[in-house]
C-alpha cells in the first residue's frame, strides 16, 4: 500500500508515434471525421450476417479516463457472438484517434469537446444502423461524460448502462477512495512534474487501482501498453461537483414503459466506484424516475426496489433502474476475470428493453 512505485518508464510526454494497433478478426476500425480531427470507432459486426438485423439494437461503448475502444475487446466480440452489432468510440488523444499535444490535451481540453467527439460517433453509428438509436453502455470517466451528453440533450438512447461510472452527483467521493488506496498519490505526481498518468506509472499501480488480483501479470502489462499517453485534467475537474440534470437525462432515454431503462453496472471489488457510492447513484435516478412518473412527464409503470436474481445475490430492480454487480471483479470489469458475468448481465438487461 506504502510502496512508492516511482518509475517514468511508462510516462510519455508527447504523441505517440506508432503503428494502429492490431485488432483482434473479429472487429473492425473506422475513422468519423470531426472538425477537430478524426475520431476511431471499433466495430463488431453481428456474427453470421452480412448486415444487423433490423430488430437488434446497435450497442455503443465509450471508454473511461487512459482507456480506449480497446477497453471494449472482450464485449464487443461476446455482443457480436450474439448478433448484436456494437461500435466503441476512442476521444481524442485515447486509442488509436488523432492525439493533440501534451499541454492541449492536459489543460486545454473540456468534458465538452470530448462530449463532441462521443456525440460525433454516436451519430455516425445511428446513421450507419438505419436511424436506430443505440444503447449506450460507459465507464467510468466516460459513464460521468454520457451522462452529461444525454443531460445536455445532445442526443436520445434506448437504454443506458453505467459500468462502475463516474456519479452524476460528483465525483469528490470517488477520488477520496482513491487517496486512501494510494497515499503516495499526491507525493508521486510532484516528482511525475504533475503529469496526469502518475497515479497509473507502473503496472502494480495499474492493478491496485483497476483489477482484481487473479488477473493474470500479462494482461496488466499489455493494459499498461495500450493505455492514453496522457489525460484531459479539465474532464476530471468538470464532473467533481453535480454536473448533471438527472430527470432531463432520463427524459432522453425513449419509449420508458415497464421494466427498467438504465442499468447500473458494478465490480465487487471496486475501490474507486465502491457499492456505497453505486448504491447512491442508483437512488439518485430512482428518484427522479418516480418524480417524473408522478408529475405524469414519463409515460412508464413504476415499481418498487426488489431483490431479482443474478450472480453474487446483490442485484436489484424497482424505479426504471436496475442495479447489478459483477462478483470479484475490480473497476475495470469489462476487462477483469470475471467479465463474462457482467457482459452477461448487460445482455439480460439488453434483451428486457
Known amino acids: 500500500m506504502f510502496n512508492f512505485y516511482l518509475t517514468y518508464k511508462w510516462l510519455q510526454w508527447g504523441p505517440p508515434n506508432r503503428p494502429l494497433h492490431a485488432l483482434p478478426g473479429a472487429i473492425e476500425r473506422f475513422f468519423v471525421d470531426t472538425p477537430s480531427g478524426k475520431i476511431e470507432v471499433l466495430?463488431?459486426?453481428?456474427?453470421?450476417s452480412a448486415v444487423a438485423p433490423v430488430n437488434r439494437s446497435p450497442l455503443f461503448f465509450v471508454h473511461g479516463g487512459m482507456g480506449g475502444a480497446w477497453v471494449w475487446f472482450e464485449y464487443l466480440q461476446y455482443f457480436a457472438a450474439r448478433g448484436i452489432p456494437c461500435?466503441?468510440?476512442s476521444m481524442r488523444g485515447h486509442g488509436d484517434s488523432w492525439?493533440?499535444?501534451f499541454l492541449r490535451l492536459t489543460y486545454g481540453t473540456t468534458k465538452r469537446m470530448l462530449a463532441n467527439d462521443v456525440v460525433a460517433a454516436i451519430r455516425w453509428a445511428q446513421a450507419r444502423e438505419g436511424g436506430r438509436e443505440v444503447v449506450l453502455a460507459a465507464h467510468s470517466s466516460g459513464g460521468g461524460l454520457s451522462q452529461f451528453i444525454l443531460s445536455e440533450k445532445d442526443v436520445k438512447v434506448k437504454g443506458l448502462v453505467l459500468v462502475a461510472?463516474?456519479?452524476g452527483f460528483?465525483?469528490?467521493g470517488v477520488y477520496m477512495n482513491w487517496f486512501v488506496l494510494d497515499p503516495m498519490f499526491t507525493i508521486r505526481m510532484l516528482f511525475h512534474g504533475w503529469h496526469p498518468n502518475s497515479p497509473l506509472s507502473h503496472p502494480a499501480l495499474t492493478r491496485q487501482t483497476f483489477f482484481s488480483k487473479e488477473l493474470p501479470e500479462s494482461y496488466v502489462e499489455e493494459f499498461q501498453s495500450r493505455v492514453s499517453p496522457y489525460e484531459s485534467f479539465l474532464w476530471i475537474m468538470g464532473m467533481s461537483r453535480p454536473f448533471v440534470k438527472p430527470?432531463?437525462?432520463l427524459q432522453q432515454i425513449t419509449s420508458w414503459s415497464t421494466g427498467q431503462k438504465l442499468l447500473?453496472?458494478?465490480?465487487g471489488v471496486d475501490k474507486l466506484m465502491t457499492k456505497p457510492v453505486m448504491e447512491k447513484l442508483a437512488t439518485y435516478y430512482r428518484l427522479a424516475f418516480s418524480t417524473l412518473v408522478d408529475q405524469k412527464k414519463l409515460e412508464a409503470e413504476d415499481s418498487d426496489v426488489e431483490t431479482i436474481p443474478g450472480e453474487g445475490g446483490q442485484d436489484t430492480a424497482g424505479h426504471g433502474v436496475r442495479?447489478?454487480?459483477?462478483?470479484s471483479a475490480g473497476h475495470h470489469l469489462q476487462n477483469d476475470v470475471t467479465w463474462e458475468v457482467g457482459a452477461g448481465k448487460l445482455l439480460a438487461f439488453y434483451e428486457e428493453l
Open 247 to 249: 430527470q432531463t437525462l
Open 87 to 89: 461500435y466503441a468510440v
Open 264 to 267: 447500473i453496472l458494478c465490480g
Open 323 to 327: 442495479l447489478a454487480f459483477v462478483p
Open 43 to 48: 466495430y463488431g459486426k453481428p456474427k453470421g
Open 99 to 101: 492525439c493533440p499535444s
Open 170 to 172: 460528483g465525483s469528490v
Open 165 to 167: 461510472a463516474v456519479p
